[in-house]
């Protein structure tokens, strides 16, 4: 039943398509994040619709998309950069073929990077995207937030639809992608004009970012908490009435506590102690060990270069009498980076890394400065604009937080986010170019138009 | 269950979402914030210019 409602919508999404060529885009970014193909069992999963539906959004746009104030943009370039220099690690990799099974998935999360900002021309197609992308999490989040709210969950427990580590599927990962839409989520509920602001969208809205701050609980990532911590920081600088915030926050977090399971708060105590937690004690090693391997090789040694380590890790004595609280020494082979930063430097390297950090610090000034720009105008097609950079820079800053601890430099959805973020600068920059205007400032008195 | 229910939640709301793209002309086109003003500036003349329909 559930496999035919999946093929059902698939195709009339493709269907759709082909009247409006931007909905194939639309279509690839659903598919590349619930990824109905692996929760269905017959016809979508036998099929490369995932690749079909790429070559059909491409050509859409470049066939019929009105292509004469497409712009690009900077970011754009450095994408195609590390594309390329992501590439040549692969043909020089420590290990090829598992380099190769990274690249494939890789260059597609890029290339569409890429090609994504040059479709949104308009207000409504970034709104639009958007709202898909919010609405894919949302099918996993949900789920995950009403088992959680249930009493399910637990360390690698909590089935998120899928049972495994696929994109958005894996825990950790979606804690922090459920946690960083969260201010985008709450945008949309103000913003947004495929639904437009009432109560149903405020309930919808609220629900679906509690049931996002309910991950982290169910999956018990670290990560998440951490992550919402930098949230609640950063929604200072986007709320009204900032006493009242911190005074509710606390609040919540007081009424929280006592309903947490007691599980979830052991596991959050050993944030204070890596060295006795076997988990983190690994990590560090890991790290260490790609600090030294790169400082010898330098360019990296392409997707996957961790399967080479091999780490002794010393764990000092726990708390308590569980049967990992006491000290000793354990060693370890092939352990994941868990941490985006050692990813890219890993297996990409210092010029990797730089590349990569300027993107992400390239974003952030951009969405900072359509920020400031546009906070304080008072035409009302453009108060939208302020609002949206501020919670992809939120949202942003959260994923880089994350990304310390979890290994998600390559993660599709947040490049996605980035196009969204390119995509919001080179709107903002034709519109302005268009007119000669800038935006119309509160302070200078002018009459709303 | 719990899964099945989210599912059909957000694919109700993206199908509505689609729909409801599928007949806004803003979609493909904006107009920009001139063009705009020029409409309603020579929307504006006309109107002084013709007496209106009572």
Redesign the interface.
């Known amino acids: 039943m559930r496999d035919i409602a999946f093929i059902a919508f698939l195709f009339a999404f493709i269907g759709l398509g082909f009247r409006r060529p931007f909905l194939f885009v639309l279509c690839f970014c659903y598919i590349d994040i619930v990824a109905p193909q692996r929760l269905s069992y017959f016809l979508i999963n036998s099929i490369p619709i995932s690749l079909i539906v790429f070559g059909l959004a491409i050509g859409g746009w470049l066939f019929a998309d009105d292509k004469r104030d497409t712009r690009w943009s900077g970011r754009q370039s450095l994408l195609v950069m590390l594309l390329g220099y992501c590439w040549m690690t692969t043909m020089m990799a420590d290990f090829p073929v598992e380099a190769q099974d990274k690249w494939s998935w890789v260059w597609k999360a890029l290339v569409w990077a890429i090609f994504l900002p040059l479709t949104l021309r308009t207000k409504l197609r970034i709104e639009a995207l958007a709202l898909i992308m919010l609405l894919s999490a949302a099918s996993i989040a949900i789920a995950g937030g009403l088992k959680t709210a249930g009493g399910g969950g637990g360390y690698g427990q909590l089935q998120l639809l899928l049972n495994e580590n696929y994109g958005l599927y894996e825990g950790s990962t979606m804690s922090t992608v459920a946690i960083s839409i969260i201010p985008l989520i709450l945008w949309y509920r103000r913003h947004g004009t495929i639904f437009p602001p009432d109560w149903r969208v405020s309930l919808f809205c609220f629900a679906l970012a509690f049931a996002c701050m309910l991950l982290p609980i169910g999956t018990q990532a670290r990560t998440g908490l951490v992550c919402l911590a930098v949230l609640a920081v950063l929604s200072l600088r986007a709320v009204r009435h900032r006493l009242l915030y911190i005074a509710g926050a606390g609040l919540l977090v007081a009424a929280a506590i006592p309903l947490l399971p007691q599980s979830y708060t052991q596991r959050m105590e050993t944030i204070q102690g890596y060295k006795a937690d076997q988990s983190a004690s690994t990590r560090v090693a890991v790290w260490k060990w790609t600090w030294d391997y790169v400082k010898e090789n330098p360019l990296g040694g392409g997707f996957n270069a961790y399967l080479q380590n091999h780490v002794r890790v010393e764990k000092a004595a726990g708390p308590g009498n569980a049967p990992d609280a006491e000290a000793g020494a354990y060693e370890e082979r092939a352990r994941a980076y868990h941490s985006g930063y050692f990813e890219m430097l890993g297996e990409q390297g210092f010029p990797g890394l730089v590349l990569w950090l300027l993107l992400h610090f390239a974003g952030l000034v951009q969405m900072e400065r359509t920020r400031r720009r546009y906070l304080k105008t008072r035409r009302a097609e453009e108060e939208w604009i302020a609002p949206f950079a501020t919670a992809l820079q939120h949202g942003h800053i959260v994923y880089l937080v994350g990304s310390l601890f979890v290994g998600i430099a390559f993660q599709p959805f947040i490049y996605m986010m980035l196009a969204l973020e390119i995509g919001l600068s080179t709107y903002c920059r034709r519109r302005e170019r268009e007119a000669g205007w800038r935006p119309q400032m509160q302070s200078r008195g002018f009459a709303r138009t | 269950m719990?899964?099945?229910?989210?599912?059909?939640?957000?694919?109700v709301?993206?199908?509505?979402?689609?729909w409801?793209?599928?007949h806004?002309d803003?979609?493909?086109?904006?107009v920009?914030?001139?063009k705009l003003?020029e409409q309603r500036r020579d929307a504006d003349m006309t109107g002084r210019d013709t007496p209106r329909d009572a």
């Open positions: 719990v899964d099945n229910l989210s599912i059909a939640l957000t694919h709301l993206m199908a509505i979402a689609l409801r793209l599928l806004r803003d979609l493909d086109q904006e920009s914030p001139r003003w």
